[in-house]
T-cell receptor, first 113, second 113 residues
Framework: ETGVTQTPRHLVMGMTNKKSLKCEQH?????MYWYKQSAKKPLELMFV???????ENNSVPSRFSPECPNSSHLFLHLHTLQPEDSALYLC????????????FGPGTRLLVL | GDSVTQMEGPVTLSEEAFLTINCTYT??????LFWYVQYPGEGLQLLLK?????DKGSNKGFEATYRKETTSFHLEKGSVQVSDSAVYFC????????????FGKGTSLLVTP
């Protein structure tokens, strides 16, 4: 399997649930990203990991918790979300953090009830 | 701050029509400029990019020229196809901002037979 994969593709959860989104890249990249895509809004960068170290957190609420155990895997742990967190969550990777083209996964469509 | 402005659409064209999607940017440094495309139900794919003034990026019949004097990176295609129906995102990255991708809101394109 090649490229960037994300699971699950669709997720429905209640506000009291805990769930995790998974991203895996098979490109040998060293930087990974989480983005949030909401209707009528630009893509929002949430987190950046470079060589497994978190280098950016764009004021994301603590109910979103990222984890990067190695350069190929990235998780986004979700707990006590709000309905306004419903969106498409996109994972991306690039060879290095600096100025490289980012390759995106298909996204996880999240609905919070 | 750094930002990208693009026409929001939706843009509806007949097959074989000429396409222009406008994109202008504001940046404090010397940005790299990108066009990404998102087909229905998929993640973003890099369409083309340009890293310095007067560079022309091209791919799949699409072109965009980095115009520093007008701070623009308009996307063009001479003859669109139904399969080009997608959302197109203009983006920039600048060293001063840690090379994070800064996206426009996206332009929806619908090509009819």
């Amino acid at each position: 399997e090649t490229g960037v994969t994300q699971t699950p593709r669709h997720l429905v959860m209640g506000m009291t649930n805990k769930k995790s989104l998974k991203c895996e890249q098979h490109l040998g990249h060293n930087a990974m990203y989480w983005y949030k895509q909401s209707a009528k809004k630009p893509l929002e960068l949430m987190f950046v990991y470079n060589f497994k170290e978190q280098t950016e957190n764009n004021s994301v609420p603590s109910r979103f918790s990222p984890e990067c155990p190695n350069s190929s895997h990235l998780f986004l742990h979700l707990h006590t979300l709000q309905p306004e967190d419903s969106a498409l969550y996109l994972c991306a990777s690039s060879l290095y953090r600096v100025g490289e083209t980012q390759y995106f996964g298909p996204g996880t469509r999240l609905l919070v009830l | 701050g750094d930002s990208v402005t693009q026409m929001e659409g939706p843009v509806t064209l007949s097959e074989e029509a000429f396409l222009t999607i406008n994109c202008t940017y504001t940046a404090t440094g010397y940005p790299s400029l990108f066009w990404y495309v998102q087909y229905p139900g998929e993640g973003l794919q890099l369409l083309l990019k340009a890293t310095k003034a007067d560079d022309k990026g091209s791919n799949k019949g699409f072109e965009a020229t980095y115009r520093k004097e007008t701070t623009s990176f308009h996307l063009e295609k001479g003859s669109v196809q139904v399969s080009d129906s997608a959302v197109y995102f203009c983006a920039l990255s600048v060293a001063d901002s840690g090379y994070a991708l800064n996206f426009g809101k996206g332009t929806s394109l619908l090509v009819t037979p």
